[in-house]
């Protein structure tokens, strides 16, 4: 019996396969009527009057569909197994209608009623609207990228770079508040002589700070992000072993440094002077304070770059940014309001102890979650040989272990020290040229500029890990549309500082006291230079992560030589004035030359439309507006009010109209729907 059988279904498969299938198989009725042309015209929608050259020969198009044998009907029936095609459709759905089969499916409910279970009780139209902000789905896909495809902004990361970039900004803002309350609780509660040695004396000690971490910050960064980015985190720890300990080592030895010869330091940065309530012994202590927190210091900023490398913003923002910042100028009003000049260093420094703990306290939690993960996610060893499709990995920059650790840190490590020289020197030869009077003077009147550089730090550190895994895997694109988008949200934060700095200067120094007025002409001098340098955005941060450290400390050499070289040759002649012009200089340098060198070597700009679109809005809210109401209607206090307010009313208005043009929305929007990252 089982053979017959057999015998039958091999007859079947040999004379007839589609019968048999249709038998043997649960398939639904095939009608292949649905392939023949209307009678009046042929399949390509011509007149059936027309001849057709592709007919077959055996009839009308009609039956060339079934091969010119038969008409459709018997061809339907040899496909459904002779049987029409309600039968064969009740055997598929099990002897059931079509209606009760569907019911049975979506749990004897309407295909509406599941449908609204499906999307929360609303209608399809609102929860697609719902999803994408209110906007049609065309207005979501073009809104969010600048009228360019959503796929390189989601693998760019530009979202998570704004999120972190946001978070990051609101701890820069409360750092910009207190550094800048603590420089006006200094200049109104103490002589410009006491004034100018604190700030000579704290400006030296960020140098010295600079020098002591050996610039392991920035390699902390590079190299978690790019190993996460590899799939080799096993690999952090011992990075972070040989990291640590020389940071260590090179910051006790600074501060041992600084100790032991804190009194002839303390002659050579005040020139020499004991007057205004200054001595020599006073500056010698304060050195002492400072030289004790100089290790803690140092740690910090390694531990806190170690952080976000693995892209968390958090401990920056909350440790350095609010933590320490803050804890600054509470110990400075503490000494103002208890009438201490001797109190101002050691309460400035005492928050770095904390910074440092706390700092250490985060990284070994986050460490910690990131070894939770699943094995799976997180493979020995990068992967040698990527398969087609994948990224070619890059190690020509410094390979993931100790000896290339260093040697990428090294030059990056001298290129830090370059660009805090660049920053804080001028303050120290000012104080050891001119006096503390003079240090005071220039200080004050370049803290709001200062206080615009925050913002520029800020957006770094949350794009700094991003470019260096685009970077590391050869996404160029990806990196170019981070580093434009970054840029545009630059010059919407500091534009508009530096802009009305170099329109209202003089009346803005009157928040030191009036004797600061001197120092309208640095203000002017050093906004102007900051405009160029904030349209550039992060120039040298993009440099780094492409793994070019080395170039970077050329530039910064170069920069810190013609600061130098310009502050020693102008400063004894002209004074502040010649300070902020070597420090402009240096700007230029430390900016522009590295534009060039990404544009050639790396292939990436910062000149996208986001740019163009936030270069326009800023100049017209900020510098024609003011301008106009002050040469149409006067230089009075009422007039340049109302005209401020209408520029921030005219920057409101366009920021909301070019949100998407300038990727706003991703600072407060949903996570990327491609996850580029290993989290």
Known sequence: MERSTSALGRQQREGDPLSYLAETLPLPAIDLAMFDAPPETDTDGRPSSEPDQYARPGGPTQRGVTGGRRPPEPTQRRVTGGRPPEQTQRRVTGGRPPEQTQRRDTGDRPPEQTQRRVTGGRPPEQTQRRDTGDRPPEQTQRGDTGGRPPEPIQRAGIARVARGGAANLGGALLSAIASLGLVVVVTQNFSRSIAGAFFVAMSFFLIVEAVANLGAYNGTIYFIARLRALHADRRIPAIMRATVFPVLISSVAGA???????????????????????????????????????????????????TRGYHDMAPTVFVDRIGRSGLQAIGVIAAALAGSSALLAPLWALPYLGASAAALFWLRRIMRRHVRQPAARRPDRPVRHPAAGQPVVDNKHGKPNAKGFWRFTGPRSLASVAQIVIQRLDIVLVGV????????????????LVAGQLGNAAISMAAQPQLAKLFAVGD?????????????????????LYLLVAIFGPDVLLIFGRSYHAGATVMLILALAMLVATA????????????????????????????VGVDLALIPRIGITGAAIGWAAAIGITNLIPLVQVALAARVHPFGSGTAAALLLTTLSFAIIPLTARILVGDTVTVTVTAIGIGCAVMAAGTWALRWTLQLPLIGGPAPVVRFDND
């Not at 990806?478 to 508009?496: E, F, K």
């Open 256 to 306: 041992l440094a600084v100790f032991v010869f804190a009194h002839p330091l303390a002659r050579l940065l005040t020139d020499g002077q004991s007057a205004g309530g200054v001595s020599i012994r006073a500056v010698a202590a304060a050195l002492r304070a400072l030289a004790v927190a100089l290790p803690s210091a140092a740690l910090a900023d390694t531990l806190l770059g170690a």
């Open 433 to 448: 040229l001119k006096g503390p009077v003079d240090a005071a003077l220039y200080t004050a009147a370049t803290r709001f």
């Open 476 to 496: 160029r694109a990806g990196a170019n549309a981070v580093y434009q988008a970054s840029t545009g949200w630059l010059i919407l934060l500091a534009w508009p």
């Open 536 to 563: 550039c955005g992060q120039v040298d941060t993009v440099l780094v992560t492409t793994g070019r450290s080395s170039w970077s400390l050329y530039n910064g050499l170069a920069a810190m030589s013609v600061n």
